[in-house]
């Protein structure tokens, strides 16, 4: 496994504090979040997934808890958008330059904006994909925000 991806290049360039944590990739997960999750021994709401979303045509990015389901009205309005629907798996990887199971909302390949889930803020650490299947980054939650200008909203159902 590589130690620098894409995602740990640009925590790094934006000064951020993070460590690596590696875990035991299981392709057949049906939820990666909650497998993630359970490898890292971490309660699921620590544990964040990075969604790719379409809200009226612009490419976004949602983080949101492993355990919990976005809404996409609610992730609409975040944005100030009227609709909302999930990326197709093929986009998603055409836009972030990165699998399915190990997009990370750092080092994409462009900078989208980023809405993340406000109850993220509550919890004293949060892991995000480390840009690679079976790698998560382990950093504070303000630092999640600061470092991605994102908005942080009640986006989960």
Known sequence: MAN????????????????????????????????????????????????MVIADGEKVCAVVPSNRSVSMKKLAAAFGAKHAQMMAPADAERATGYKVGGISPFGQMRRVRTAIDADALAQPHVYVNGGQRGLQVRLEPAHLVDALGAVVAPITT
């Open 4 to 51: 620098a991806t894409r995602a740990t290049l640009a925590l790094q360039k934006a000064g951020v504090a993070f460590t690596l944590h590696p875990h035991a990739y299981d392709p057949d997960a049906e939820r990666k979040g909650l497998q993630a999750a359970e490898a890292l021994g971490e309660p699921p709401e620590c544990v964040l997934k990075t969604l």
